[in-house]
């Protein structure tokens, strides 16, 4: 069983803060993701990353930067958080190559006032 | 414009009919298609992938993909009140990385 593990459930941070959200996998993929998602705008991609120290920006990296020092961990930091950010933040993994499923952690709700 | 349309609902349909989900896609070089399950709250998980054209059975659900047409859809039979939830279309595209997600489609299963 694929495990992919995000640090918390849920989150309550104050405007200006900087926050850290990080996921773990135990199967060795190479691809890691980060999305956010909003009601009635579903998943959206923040970044990704397909190795170590390589990251990739999704479609809405704005405000946001990862880090991957290591094969089985990806973080996703908020700089200084804002009330737009608020929201689920997803963090999925797959192998590279055709049969790629995506699994996802638990997800993280995040809330910035 | 979208990569990913779906009917976002809610579809609501009694227990033991067919429930029908439908997803269409803009890139023809789309090579891998999944339906993922989530319920409120929770993360998705996945429920069916497709690869080739045709038809994929698994149990009471069954995943349909014509290439030519670009849409794929999932149908669900003898629908139970748990199968309640919202169904997600993902296409990935020809570099095997990035997943294009749907808004989803909300299933209401009425006992």
């Known amino acids: 069983d694929v495990k992919v593990t995000q640090s918390s459930r849920y989150l309550v941070k104050r405007t200006g803060e900087k926050v850290f959200l990080e996921c773990v996998q135990d199967?060795?993929?190479?691809?890691m993701f980060w999305y956010r998602q909003d009601p009635g705008l579903g998943l959206r991609l923040i970044y990704f990353?397909?190795?170590?120290?390589?990251?990739e920006k999704g479609d809405i990296p704005e405000g946001y930067s990862v880090s991957r020092e290591k094969k089985e961990r990806f973080s996703l930091i908020l700089e200084s958080a804002s009330t737009n950010q608020t929201s689920m933040y997803l963090c999925?993994?797959?192998?590279?190559?055709?049969?790629?499923?995506?699994?996802f952690g638990a997800g993280t709700r995040l809330s910035v006032l | 414009q979208k990569e990913v349309e779906q009917n976002s609902g809610p579809l609501s349909v009694p227990e033991g009919a067919i429930a029908s989900l439908n997803c269409t896609y803009s890139d023809r070089g789309s090579q891998s298609f999944f339906w993922y399950r989530q319920y409120s709250g929770k993360s998705p998980e996945l429920i069916m992938f497709?690869?080739?054209?045709g038809d994929k059975e698994d149990g009471r659900f069954t995943a349909q993909l014509n290439k030519a047409s670009q849409y794929v859809s999932l149908l669900i039979r003898d629908s139970q009140p748990s199968d309640s939830a919202t169904y997600l279309c993902a296409v990935v595209g020809d570099n095997f990385n990035k997943f294009y997600f749907g808004s989803g489609t909300k299933l209401n299963v009425k006992p």
């Open positions: 199967m060795d993929h190479e691809n």
């Open positions: 497709i690869y080739s054209n």
């Open positions: 990353s397909y190795d170590v120290k390589m990251k």
């Open positions: 999925a993994t797959n192998e590279q190559g055709r049969k790629n499923i995506q699994y």
